[in-house]
Nanobody, 124 residues
Framework: QVQMVESGGGLVQSAGSLRLSCAMSGLPFYEYHMGWFRQVPGKGREGISIIGWRGDVTLYVDSVKGRFTISRDNGKNTLYLQMNSLKPEDTAMYYC?????????????????WGQGIQVTVSS
């Protein structure tokens, strides 16, 4: 059974930082491209950053470039998202996900297994 558990969210002031973690079990973590997504009420799930299975290739949506950093530790089966210079518009539920085999991109349909989500709230 695949389990993906996010942690590290919470309430932070504007310009602050948070580090999200996603611990995965039940699948060979090192074989999968991974992604971080976020969602606000009434909108679809937005891909914000993805990382290749080796950790050497990353992509970011423009709105988080230069502020967020995705990384992974294949020895610990854990994905990370370091979020700096947070803005109120970053407030959302954040999810980690495994990409379907052969998929490289930021469309939610391309991802198969999802964490339960964790809330990030940035106050102004």
């Amino acid at each position: 059974q695949v389990q993906m558990v996010e942690s590290g969210g919470g309430l932070v002031q504007s310009a602050g930082s948070l580090r999200l973690s996603c611990a995965m079990s039940g699948l060979p973590f090192y074989e999968y491209h991974m992604g971080w997504f976020r969602q606000v009420p009434g909108k679809g799930r937005e891909g914000i950053s993805i990382i290749g299975w080796r950790g050497d290739v990353t992509l970011y949506v423009d709105s988080v470039k230069g502020r967020f950093t995705i990384s992974r530790d294949n020895g610990k089966n854990t994905l990370y998202l370091q979020m700096n210079s947070l803005k109120p518009e970053d407030t959302a539920m954040y999810y980690c996900a495994t990409a379907r085999k052969g998929y490289w991109g930021m469309m939610a349909d391309g991802y198969e297994h999802w964490g339960q989500g964790i809330q990030v709230t940035v106050s102004s």
